[in-house]
């Protein structure tokens, strides 16, 4: 399987201010082929079911606010909120889809300073 | 706006089976594949299997190999997921949540609300 792991654990950012998440993955998530990233990420706030925020590592979901960057490639991702705002609090999940079992990070609790 | 509801919580005795419902709304059901997820408090999330809810095929992970059995009511526009030989460790949140059927868009989305199975004597 494909292990997923986030860094950090959690992490306290003052609002306004930038939070920056990162997701490795124990084998490359990059199919050569189409050249894509297979991974997502996902926002769980409490008592809520995920949210998907990006796909194909940098593709912002509709909707999304447009502070929610994704980048990386290969094993080595990263989630950028560049503003953050209240509403942001919450868990954040990547998630890799390259190959079954779909596998996912053990999560990072974003909360505010 | 794509939508899925799952059925209610659920109390099972050791041993037992449970079957959630996830049914589909505001889109056509067998364009998509529906996955099944868990979440046991403060773990991460635990990708179960798929149903392609066109074609009826199915992909399990091994660890639910024998134990999980997912189908689907086109009719109704409804998947399930049924686990059985159930143990205080499947005590957890089931999700079910949608991908796009027969490609590698394996992203998932959207999610249903989640259904709470407890598995206690």
């Known amino acids: 399987d494909i292990v997923m792991t986030q860094s950090p654990d959690s992490l306290a950012v003052s609002l306004g201010e930038r939070a920056t998440i990162n997701c490795k993955s124990s084998?490359?998530?990059?199919?050569?082929?189409?050249?894509?990233?297979?991974l997502g990420w996902y926002q769980q706030k409490p008592g809520q079911p995920p949210k998907l925020l990006i796909y194909w590592a940098s593709t912002r979901e509709s909707g999304v606010p447009d502070r929610f960057s994704g980048s990386g490639s290969g094993t080595d991702f990263t989630l950028t909120i560049s503003s953050l705002q209240a509403e942001d609090v919450a868990v954040y999940y990547c998630q890799q889809y390259y190959r079954s079992p779909y596998t996912f990070g053990q999560g990072t609790k974003l909360e505010i300073k | 706006q794509v939508q899925l509801v799952q059925s209610g919580a659920e109390v099972k005795k050791p041993g037992a089976s449970v079957k959630v419902s996830c049914k589909a709304s505001?889109?056509?059901?067998?364009?998509?594949?529906v996955h099944w997820v868990r979440q046991a408090p403060g773990q991460r999330l635990e990708w179960m299997g798929w149903?392609?809810?066109?074609?009826?095929?199915?992909k399990y992970s091994e660890k639910f190999q024998g134990r999980l059995t997912i189908t689907r009511d086109t009719s109704a526009s409804t998947a399930y997921m049924e686990l059985s030989s159930l143990r205080s460790e499947d005590t957890t949140v089931y999700y079910c949540a949608s991908s796009v059927a027969g490609t590698d868009n394996n992203w998932f989305d959207p999610w249903g609300q989640g259904t709470l199975v407890t598995v206690s004597s």
């Open positions: 084998q490359s998530v990059l199919y050569s082929s189409n050249n894509k990233n297979y």
């Open positions: 505001r889109y056509t059901f067998t364009s998509y594949t």
């Open positions: 149903i392609n809810a066109g074609n009826g095929n199915t």
